[in-house]
């Protein structure tokens, strides 16, 4: 660690771990990264790792574990890190990483049944209020992005939901397509195949995705709520700050290259990109959100 | 639908006979022969690590070669089942109960050559129902939610009963350690930490190829090694070849297997490993002569490989209609769609529709490749049981931990294979089955999840399940399903040591014949039976104990004969 640094880094094949299983998003989107990684760093080949397993815990804690040389190098979920490291079983501590870029911001969206009485995001809320919280609402499991946007959710909308929580976007896809439960929080990325038996109440982003640019965003229809999963890449804390700084630079790179972003376009998943610094701040900002609504609904507490 | 699908399909078989996409799913079907065939080794770590040849490849050829892993691991799979009774993939743990039973009697080569036929009528004959019906097959599986999930797990529950063996109990005992183990790791939905002990490893629990490849293969080898026998080797090949009696008795087999595979398959969640349990329960509810099943009886290899091949046909269906892939084989399938921008959904019929049809159009060319590829082999495969056992447990075991290993690159999915060898070997010095554990494996996930979704799903808790249709028939057919099985155990004909008891080489008749008389008896439990079985006691007065079984009458004479 010594000989660094940063320069002519990389001299070797870098280790890119992924949290999730082969083929995943994360690896979808992971793998385009890889045909631009070569030119801006070195010719150097990614070598993949999958370590899937206890929603990305697993391979998680092998990044922050990882030997902070700057040639392990993985895909990180937020706010899937953060809300683990506040969990009564954590394996490693918010701060154990350290971001190079966020490359994907996935907002969430309230989506109902096309056959669905529910039109708009007031319809939606005067149901919740008349079935006095027996409307089912899909999730992907407790203690998840879709939890905490859900319980937001109530505070802001002022209801309450019965929330069902399910394996994965699958089977909440399957759920409501058939008619099984009334809502669903989905993210953008998993109801685009969906848009003719799915209705798009309201995106929980800043702006109008121009994907479906008849939704409107909860801002416009009044209620300050946003909420996404975003995905970035990150070393262990301790990397020399030299060769975090060429991460960073290069990725900046890579991110903006308009053959990479036309790639994520085709597969269907929303580039955003930030740059380290900004995605720590953003993860900080989150993670104190997030203890609060966890105190506030004692949710360590039942574990 | 209807008969607008010939042309696109005719267009589809056109696109994919061309050399390129000929070859790739050739190329497919040989690799997926070949991982079914290694124990551990599936078509989801195959399929995931030739993802990256999706950079490099066309959409059509890579796809095609993709989903040729798929279905062809569902022919390789059976292979060690049944010469050396480890499953090459879950799918084929309920072929092991048969066709390792045949192998021992030197019928490896007609069970070998039943499960790819079975597996080739079945995927054919599904690939049909695929062909014209997809998207209206897709619409009734959403008719499924968590409740109807959770009875339909309630009904693949009671199979235990008929996997059980001689004692019930030891089956039970079988089965909730199946679920014990089901519950190492996360739970599935609100991600809290079980039986874990502070591990990180196992928070991603025990993964099911290190239990079947504990229970089976190390276990086998172990047993092997302690009773210093050689079991399978010692045992003449008589004829590689079904007879045609073997083919007119599992072809109602293979159509039923086909139906269940097919229409459960359709259900995403239900994989291989279940319908195949599912079917062969079935057959042998079906059969005349359900206590040879566990024996040798063909049918059963026929029904278990029909199955998964069928499943694996109907997991198409909501994959290319809604994007919703069945398993974890076909959910990086989908990442490979996803790669090429190609979004599985009703759209997808519409817009991408020369690529579909000549998907649909190379899993019929691929079906027809893997039974011209699988035939031949049976010869080769069934002469590997003449391989020394000390020659061939060193390999066995190998394989097992590279299986083990490459399925989350971790060692420690070798050790708890290795741990679980020992349960295994116990388990079969206690005679406590090791099948209702691995069922329970499978279907502790699907029950935990959809009991605990239907339980929120309203203020009615359980009793959803009895207020909508399709949930309450299950429960129903369940239920019957369960009386039937336990009928069936306590109103056998009392005779100390049931039919079951059995073992394969009691079932030696031309010594029984010869030496001790057999009397015939009149069937009690079977109204029909038919010309050719009877029900055959015999009586060995040196140990005062009454045996019964049945036997075909005509293969006995063969026997006798020489």
């Known amino acids: ?17 992924i949290a999730f299983t082969a083929g995943g998003s994360s690896d979808v989107q992971a793998r385009i990264v890889e045909k631009y990684w070569k030119k801006y760093f070195n010719d150097q080949p990614l070598a993949f790792e999958y370590k899937p397993g206890a929603g990305g815990q697993v391979g998680f804690t092998e990044i922050a574990r990882a030997v902070p040389d700057g040639y392990t190098i993985g895909g990180v979920n937020v706010p899937h890190i953060l809300l683990q490291s506040l969990s009564p079983q954590a394996t490693f501590r918010k701060d154990d990483f350290v971001h190079i870029a966020q490359v994907v911001n996935d907002p969430q969206l309230i989506v109902v049944n096309q056959n669905s009485s529910i039109r708009t995001l007031n319809d939606f809320i005067a149901e919740a209020k008349k079935k006095d919280g027996q409307m089912t609402v899909g999730i992907v499991g407790t203690f998840t992005a879709h939890h905490m946007a859900l319980l937001k959710l109530q505070d802001i909308l002022g209801v309450k939901f019965n929330a069902v929580p399910f394996q994965g976007s699958a089977d909440q896809n399957v759920a409501l397509l058939g008619g099984h439960i009334d809502a669903m929080i989905g993210n953008l990325n998993d109801i685009m195949r969906y848009t003719e038996q799915f209705r798009m109440l309201a995106i929980a982003s800043e702006n109008r995705h121009h994907w479906l640019p008849d939704v409107p965003t909860f801002q416009e229809l009044g209620y300050s709520f946003t909420s996404d999963i975003r995905r970035g890449f990150s070393v262990p804390a301790n990397t020399d700050p030299a060769i975090v700084q060429r991460l960073r630079e290069g990725f900046q790179q890579i991110c903006n290259d308009p053959e990479y972003l036309n790639e994520m376009e085709k597969i269907g998943q929303p580039a955003a990109y930030l740059s380290g610094e900004d995605f720590t701040k953003y993860c900080d900002q989150y993670y104190e959100e997030a203890k609060q609504l966890i105190d506030k609904y004692e949710l360590n507490k039942k574990n | 639908m209807g008969m607008d699908v010939f042309q696109p399909l005719l267009q589809g078989f056109a696109a994919a006979l061309t050399p390129q996409n000929l070859c790739f799913g050739f190329i497919g079907c040989v690799l997926g022969t070949l991982v079914g065939v290694l124990p551990g080794i599936g078509p989801t770590s195959a399929i995931a690590m030739l993802l990256p040849l999706t950079l490099i490849l066309d959409p059509t050829p890579a796809i095609i070669m993709l989903s040729g892993i798929y279905y062809g691991a569902m022919y390789g799979g059976s292979t060690t089942a049944i010469l050396v009774n480890i499953p090459g993939e879950i799918s084929s743990a309920p072929t092991a109960l048969d066709g390792y039973a045949m192998a021992k009697k030197g019928r490896a080569g007609p069970a070998l050559a039943i499960s790819a036929i079975s597996s080739f009528v079945a995927g054919t004959l599904s690939l049909v129902g695929l062909t014209f019906f997809a998207p209206t097959l897709a619409q009734l599986a959403l008719h499924f939610g968590p409740p109807e999930y959770f009875a339909l797990m309630l009904l693949a529950l009671s199979v235990v009963i008929n996997l059980s063996g001689k004692s019930l109990i030891k089956g039970l005992i079988s089965a909730v350690a199946g679920f014990f183990v089901a519950m190492v790791g996360m739970d599935p939905i609100t991600g809290i930490a079980r039986f874990t002990f502070g591990s990180v490893e196992l928070m991603s629990g025990i993964d099911f190829v290190s239990v079947i490849i504990g229970l089976f293969a190390i276990a086998e080898v172990l047993s092997t090694w302690e009773a210093q026998v050689t079991p399978v080797i010692r045992t003449k090949l008589t004829g590689l070849m079904p007879t045609r009696e073997d083919l007119r008795e599992t072809f109602p087999a293979m159509l039923r297997s086909t139906v269940i595979g097919f229409f459960l398959g359709l259900l995403p969640g239900c994989s291989p490993g279940v319908t195949a349990f599912i079917a062969y329960d079935t057959e042998k509810r079906f059969s005349r002569v359900p206590e040879t099943f566990g024996q040798g009886q063909i049918a059963g290899v026929a029904a278990a490989e029909g199955a998964n091949n069928a499943t694996t046909s109907g997991g198409f269906v909501p994959l290319l209609s809604f994007g919703i892939p069945s398993g974890p084989a076909l959910a990086v399938l989908l990442g490979g769609f996803m790669m090429y921008g190609l979004q599985p959904g009703p759209t997808l019929f519409e817009k991408n529709a020369p690529f579909v049809w000549a998907l649909i159009a190379s899993m019929y060319i691929g079906n027809v490749m893997l039974i011209i590829l699988n035939l031949p082999l049976v010869g080769l495969w069934a002469r590997l049981v003449k391989v020394p056992y000390p020659l061939l447990a060193p390999i066995i075991l190998i394989s097992s931990f590279i299986g083990a290993y490459s399925v989350r690159n971790k060692m420690m999915d070798v050790w708890l294979a290795i741990a679980f060898g020992l349960i295994g070997w116990l388990m079969r010095k206690l005679e406590i089955p090791s099948v209702p554990l691995i069922l329970t494996t499978i279907l502790a996930g699907m ?28 429960c129903i057919l369940a239920l019957l ?41 009149k069937p009690r439990r079977y109204l029909h039976v038919p010309k050719t079985v009877y029900l055959v006691r015999e009586h060995d007065r040196s140990r005062n104990v009454a045996k019964c079984g049945s036997l075909r009458m005509r293969q006995a004479g063969e026997q006798v004969q020489r």
């Open chain 1, 1 to 17: 660690m010594n000989k660094s640094n940063g320069e002519g880094y990389p001299n070797k094949p870098v280790q890119l771990i």
């Open chain 2, 481 to 521: 399903l369960t009386i039937s099985s336990l009928y069936g155990r306590y109103k056998k004909i009392p005779l100390p040591g049931d039919a079951e008891e059995f073992s394969s080489e009691s079932f030696e008749f031309p010594d029984v014949i010869e030496k001790k008389r057999p009397v015939l008896v």
């Open chain 2, 447 to 474: 029950l935990e999840t959809s009991i605990k979704q239907t339980l929120s799903m309203g203020d009615m808790g359980i009793y959803l399940l009895f207020t909508r249709p399709i949930s309450l028939t299950i």
